[in-house]
């Protein structure tokens, strides 16, 4: 499991580990920088895979560029239909720095909309399946479906942090009891999946990546993004 060091700010690197809900592993909080890929999954070029099929397209996938592009461009990109659930220890959930928030402020002052949220939740984790024991894929939850289920914003949390350590530990353990119990079951259930990283993420900006390795079970850089099956 993950080690847990002391409670600090949110405003410098911080490990806290959670109590565990039903038979999970800890979880941990670190303070990172993310990018916010995370609209919706549409019904558009929806495919249906079984996690085997999809783990050994993405093992292709991250190996040629021109494959990677094809699902990753497709108009929007290709929508993944997949049961699986979460596996092992490797459970990520972080307060970050919502990347866009400038240009997203930008975006919504010109058209009178709310301004975005500066931090937002990031919840990483491993998926896989009883029958594929040794194969899995690191996925992320995108911050609009986890932050219901949290009595305060990311940003609130963070500026809690300082202010009301205790308060905010209690929210953030009772949050993330909710979040995993709903989201990560101890039995399969269906997610729509998305590509993640962008192409240059994958293959470093170079012409042709065949001899690329990119690992898809590395819990800080997830391959997928979910959100579950309605």
């Known amino acids: 499991g993950n080690a847990a060091m ?3 700010s949110f405003a410098t690197t911080t490990t806290t580990t959670l109590p565990p809900p039903l038979s999970a592993p800890p979880t941990t909080i670190t303070n990172t920088t993310t990018r916010q890929n995370e609209s919706s999954a549409t019904t558009a070029n929806l495919q249906n895979m079984t996690f085997s099929n999809l783990y050994k397209l993405l093992e292709q996938a991250v190996q040629n560029r021109q ?12 929508t993944f239909r997949v049961a699986m659930l979460q ?7 972080n307060i970050g720095k919502n990347k866009d928030y400038q240009k997203i402020r930008n975006a919504k002052e010109a058209s009178g909309g709310a301004p975005p949220s500066k931090y937002v939740f990031i919840m990483h984790a491993t998926f896989g399946t009883t029958k594929d024991q040794n194969k899995l894929l690191a996925c992320k939850l995108p911050s609009s479906l986890i932050e219901p ?6 940003t609130e949390l963070r500026s809690l942090s300082k202010s009301d350590r205790a308060k905010c530990d ?17 039995y399969l259930q269906y997610y729509k999946a998305r590509l993640l990283p962008t192409v240059e993420d994958v293959f470093g900006g170079a012409a042709a990546g065949n001899n690329h390795h990119f690992a898809l079970d590395n819990v800080q850089t997830p391959i997928l993004i979910l959100e579950p099956d309605k």
Do not use: C, H, W
Not at 67 to 78: D, F, H, K, R
Not at 87 to 93: A, D, M, N, V
């Open 170 to 186: 209690r929210i953030v353990k009772q949050g993330g009891d909710m979040v995993r119990a709903k989201f990560f079951p101890n």
């Open 67 to 78: 494959l990677y592009e094809t699902y990753y461009n497709a108009s929007g990109g290709v």
């Open 149 to 154: 289920y949290f009595e305060s914003s990311a």
């Open 6 to 8: 002391a409670p600090q």
């Open 87 to 93: 596996k092992t220890e490797q459970i990520l959930f």
